[in-house]
């Protein structure tokens, strides 16, 4: 047996010469797979490994029911290893498993233990319980390689039974003199898990943790480690009173991960209390100036960054270093970093990120996918409205020559930015809406969804970028090349529904009607197909209607568009928008004759007849409301003739009054809260006939608020894309942006008017002449800071916003987070500020506001006695008694300043109280003895305002 | 809880060893080291070591044919864990003397011990390779 692991291959060998009694299991033992056979075999077997695994589980299963210890160790280690390699589960083997625990062997226990730490958690063993008292006793071994592995299977598979029972045990190792340093470091990072399993051990933990943190200790590395993440996990308000503790540490410790943990921490507090930065600036600078060790230097960046941003030398100094990082050309994951660290700034600093510009625009087109997307996420956060043209122009033109997937992740990018806020960004929705247009014309394009619900959105809200909309729509409509991607059907959608319902700006309705019924639209999808013959029937009905009325009151040409414009829209007197001087920039509509509606009427028919036997049952209802409009229309004879006289026809007029009624009301964007508005009718008593339900429906209420903090994030995620900076545009930009769009800017060139008529279906391509590299990106770095005014001086089109909707939902989900309660914290802040409440296993806590006023309130006091700590105090203990009653008898008692003192006496009422097993008895008995005690930790607090002052 | 899990991959995408500090169940577990096998194993030299998924970061790193990915919280230091990577790589290669995808697979269990000894609970606890192997060579002595 060659067979290097020889602990293992040892046991399994000694088993076959010594277990010659157990006759049952000789023949397992003679002839069991070594752990080397089995992984050999798996290796070479011919049908791969899924042929030979069913036979070695079986073999498994048979040879772990051994009573032979070595031959059922052996089994539980082939069968950890397939488990943790090949994802086998391994719970039916769970008891065996706990059977060798008590083994004698340290060989045989360490096994076990790793294959109970690997497979065993509380959520799908229910035999942890059986492991206590095993587990007690290994804790408490003087052999630090049984109570090492005892204590990981601790940390990885508690339940919250086992902590709380165990607690006491950690505890006593955590403090014990006798065990070797690295037992204790483990035993306080297991406190950990047990704490968040039991948040009441926190009375015990915490108070023993916080010693730990001198810069001399043998646990210091772990301690800090455990504070971090109680910090970063939970309320950091409690640790603030251990500050001045962290800032020694920071001080005067030399371990690289310690001061990462330490920098780490001090970002989570500095918010809570600003004063603390004064502190931190010095010696994080010194980091940053000399340690050799980037990593360090890059957490200093982060803290600075992210919560001392305001101070002027520490910012400098970081941004100075950061510098090296986004710039360095060889290493890819310090380029990374830089432009991650670039993105934790605020607005208010975008000086940073200016100086660093260049790089960042550069990484554009680093071959890394990661180091784009960081890029890309930073150059947005530079767009800012006098910008946002320059910026998604070129990043446009970028995405034509990027990889399909970063494309689009460019485009989601401008799309998310630009419709922030209800487009708060876009100051001219017409260079919006073409934008729109020109995004689809990208070959990589998957983005359909999100700019059908833009262009339809900007629609509904924006009344002035109707015109523009439906030009877009048109060029869109006609190009028989996109029915053929997938991924624009979504947008053709939307463009046929806008075509349909804005027809009164269109130019040519017959172009667009020819467009909406091509052979080619059979390759669309019904439910867009359905849209398509809608748009189609409300075309027809706004032709009519205006070929009609314009024959009704006009003498010219002309004036046939600015008639039924004024009708088909006006019918309710609320249109602002005058057609007139649009139909005066666009120039003469084609005029609508009785041929024209005679021909389309034709078209409609032919093309739509077939769909009347669809099989899909929108496109058949909406088909046959179409060929029945048709068809009516076709049965009368009287305007299709030179008669005079015929449009005071009574059914024509009757037909004209009714399609202008059923579609001149404007449609618009819906608040989401609609239906709130809505009064309930007296006689309907909604909530009382379902009150019964109540009980059974109990989980509604989790749905809703999960729901809820959904929404919450997705803002979030929308507020941080706002830290933008101010950037300049490029003329030459803008000058070609200017010509390819002249129509829309004002007539500062006047020329340009009549040239643009009808832009090239595929003019963005045409347009993308410049060079492939990323140098037209760095145009961007040639801006200056300064920003300067719009050159447009177009008012920006009001956007209709229904905002009383999303203010209540943010009220309602700000709600949700702040009902979310955290035990653990409760039970540390009780632990680390003394709060008067007792912490419960109900999870009642103490509000952050309460704590964060007590805090507030000891900095004032002492800032009216100027240095007199005593006098604070007594402040502090009246304000303390006053608010509390059970420490009444305590009142007079000197108090003492050292937090340490009380904890030392906190702790030795403990050790008293250690290993006797009626430990939880002993623990409430001594919060109601101990009144004097936990007066005293409230004391921390004024430590804290003494090292801010 | 800095570190969430470390895997240990192979170039085929096989896992060598997978320890997780978190609970996931069989099914989760399989399905994110496929996703994280996917997502980390096409890219190339010139790339990152850091890849966002799901809520977290995998900081990773290759060695010959294995890839040593970590999983760890999105403000857990990068670049440390990237040292802590190549210490347990030191490690391992301090006690089997060039280490190779043979030595962890056929001696999965001391592997283990190394990454128990160093890790415990998500939080490293050990740096220093002598002690973290004196346990080790004491546990090869006594057998």
Redesign the interface.
């Given at each position: 047996m060659a067979f290097?692991?020889?602990?293992?291959a040892?046991?399994a060998g000694s088993s076959v010469s010594c277990s010659g009694s157990f006759t049952p299991s000789l023949v397992d033992s003679l002839f069991q797979r070594s752990?080397?056979d089995m992984?050999k075999a798996l290796r070479s077997a011919p049908g791969g490994e899924s042929s030979l695994l069913p036979r070695i589980i079986d073999e498994i299963r048979r040879e772990v029911r051994s009573t032979d210890r070595d031959t059922k160790c052996l089994a539980i280690?082939k069968l950890?290893?397939l488990s943790?390699?090949h994802?086998?589960?391994m719970a039916w083997a769970a008891f065996h498993v706990l059977e060798l625990l008590p083994s004698s062997s340290?060989?045989v226990k360490?096994?076990a233990y790793?294959s109970a730490s690997?497979s065993f958690?509380s959520?799908?063993t229910d035999l942890l319980p059986l492991a206590t008292h095993q587990l007690r006793k290994d804790l408490q071994s003087p052999n630090?390689?049984i109570s090492?592995?005892a204590?990981?299977l601790l940390?990885?598979s508690s339940s919250p039974d086992l902590a709380l029972h165990l607690s006491n045990d950690l505890l006593s190792l955590i403090s014990s003199t006798r065990a070797p340093a690295?037992i204790r470091?483990?035993a306080a990072?297991?406190a950990?898990?047990v704490l968040r399993l039991a948040p009441n051990s926190a009375r015990g933990f915490i108070p023993e943790l916080v010693e730990f943190l001198e810069p001399s200790s043998p646990l210091l590395?772990?301690t800090v480690?455990?504070f971090?993440?109680l910090v970063?996990s939970g309320d950091p308000c409690p640790y603030l009173t251990l500050a001045p503790d962290f800032h020694r540490i920071l001080l005067e410790s030399r371990s690289?991960?310690v001061l990462?943990k330490i920098l780490?921490i001090f970002t989570r507090l500095t918010p809570l209390e600003p004063r603390l930065g004064r502190k931190l600036v010095d010696p994080i600078c010194e980091l940053m100036r000399r340690s050799p060790s980037?990593?360090l230097v890059?957490?200093c960046i982060r803290t600075v960054f992210s919560s001392l941003s305001e101070h002027e030398t520490a910012l400098r100094l970081a941004v100075e270093k950061v510098k090296d990082f986004v710039a360095a050309d060889d290493d890819?994951?310090l380029?990374?970093?830089g432009l991650h660290a670039l993105g934790l700034l605020g607005s208010n600093q975008s000086w940073a990120l200016e100086e660093n510009r260049e790089a960042v625009v550069k990484s554009l087109a680093d071959?890394?996918?990661?180091?784009r997307r960081e890029a890309l996420r930073l150059i947005m956060s530079m767009v800012f409205e006098n910008n946002v043209m320059e910026i998604s122009a070129l990043l446009l033109n970028y995405a034509l020559r990027s990889d399909p997937e970063f494309s689009n992740e460019i485009l989601e990018a401008i799309l998310l930015t630009c419709g922030r806020n209800f487009y708060e960004l876009v100051m001219d929705f017409d260079w919006y809406v073409s934008l729109l247009g020109e995004m689809v014309r990208n070959p990589h394009f998957a983005k359909g969804d999100e700019i059908e619900r833009q262009l339809i959105d900007i629609g509904l809200r924006v009344r002035e970028a109707r015109p523009e909309l439906v030009r877009i729509a048109r060029d869109l409509l006609i190009d028989p090349a996109l029915l053929g991607n997938h991924f624009l059907h979504q947008v053709l959608s939307a463009s046929a529904w806008i075509s349909g319902e804005y027809i009164q700006f269109s130019r040519n309705p017959l172009e667009i009607a020819e467009a909406l019924l091509q052979p080619r639209i059979s390759l669309l999808p019904s439910q867009v197909r359905a849209v398509y013959i809608q748009a189609v029937f409300k075309l027809v009905a706004f032709c009519f209607v205006s070929f009609v009325n314009g024959e009704i009151s006009s003498d010219s040409n002309c004036d046939a568009y600015e008639n039924t414009g004024a009708d088909s829209e006006g019918g309710d007197g609320e249109v602002e928008c005058n057609p007139n001087s649009f139909v005066g920039s666009m120039g003469t509509k084609e005029h609508i004759t009785s041929k024209s509606i005679i021909h389309m009427l034709n078209l409609v028919g032919t093309a739509l007849n077939p769909l009347s036997e669809c099989d899909e049952v929108e496109v058949q209802e909406r088909a046959r409301n179409a060929l029945g409009l048709v068809h009516m229309l076709n049965g009368i004879e009287e305007w299709k003739t030179e008669v005079e006289g015929w449009k005071t026809h009574g059914r024509i007029r009757e037909i004209v009054e009714l399609m202008n009624s059923s579609f001149s009301e404007e449609l618009g964007p819906v608040s989401t809260l609609a239906q709130m508005k809505i009064s309930v009718p007296q006689e309907l008593h909604l909530k009382e006939n379902l009150s019964d339900l109540a009980e059974v429906l109990g989980s509604n209420d989790i749905s809703l608020s999960l729901s809820v903090s959904f929404s919450l994030r997705k803002q979030g995620h929308f507020e941080n894309k706002d830290e933008s900076e101010p950037a300049n545009e490029s003329t030459s930009l803008l000058a070609e942006h200017r010509k390819r769009h002249g129509l829309y800017y004002l007539p500062t060139e006047p020329d340009e008017n009549g040239s643009n008529e009808y832009p090239r279906a595929n003019e963005f391509a045409l347009s993308s002449n410049s060079s492939n590299t990323t140098e037209d990106l760095l145009k961007l770095t040639d801006h200056s800071l300064i920003s300067r005014k719009m050159k447009s001086a177009k008012p920006r089109p009001t956007v209709v916003k229904l905002n009383e909707g999303d203010f209540l939902a943010t009220t309602a989900s700000k709600n949700a987070n702040e009902a979310k309660e955290d035990v653990l914290s409760g039970a540390v802040k009780e632990v680390l500020l003394g709060s008067e409440e007792k912490p419960s296993s109900s999870g009642k806590t103490i509000p952050e506001e309460a704590i964060q006023m007590r805090l507030k309130e000891t900095l004032i006091y002492s800032k009216f006695d100027s240095g007199s700590t005593e006098k604070s105090i007594l402040v502090e203990s009246k304000h303390r008694s006053s608010s509390s009653q059970k420490n009444n008898k305590n009142h007079g008692k000197e108090r003492r300043r050292n937090s340490k003192k009380s904890e030392d006496k906190d702790g030795n009422s403990r050790s008293s109280a250690r290993g006797s097993h009626h430990h939880a008895r002993n623990k409430h008995k001594q919060s109601v003895e101990l009144g004097d005690a936990a007066l005293d930790v409230a004391l921390p607090s004024l430590a804290i305002q003494d090292f801010l002052l | 809880m800095g570190i969430r899990f470390v895997l240990l991959v192979n170039k085929q995408g096989q896992t060598r060893l997978a320890q997780y500090y978190e609970y996931l169940t069989l099914e989760e577990r399989r399905a994110l080291e496929g996703e994280i096998v996917r997502k980390c194993l096409a890219r190339t030299e010139q790339q990152c070591s850091f890849v966002e998924h799901r809520n977290y970061k995998i900081v990773y790193r290759r060695y010959a044919s294995l890839f040593f990915l970590v999983g760890v919280d999105n403000d857990e230091n990068e670049l440390a864990i990237l040292e802590f990577i190549h210490l347990l790589v030191e490690t391992m290669d301090r006690h089997f003397a060039n280490v190779c995808e043979l030595d962890i697979m056929f001696h999965l269990e001391k592997a283990h011990f190394m990454l128990e000894e160093m890790v415990m609970n998500g939080c490293i606890v050990e740096t220093s390779k002598t002690i973290i192997l004196t346990p080790i060579q004491l546990m090869d002595k006594a057998s």
């Open positions: 290097a692991a020889s602990s293992s040892g046991s752990l080397d992984i280690q950890t290893y943790s390699l994802s086998l589960d340290p060989a360490r096994s790793l690997l958690h959520s799908s630090p390689f090492s592995p204590l990981h940390s990885l690295a470091c483990r990072a297991t950990l898990p590395s772990t480690g455990v971090c993440e970063s690289n991960w990462i780490k980037k990593s890059f957490e890819p994951n380029r990374y970093l071959p890394d996918p990661n180091i | -």
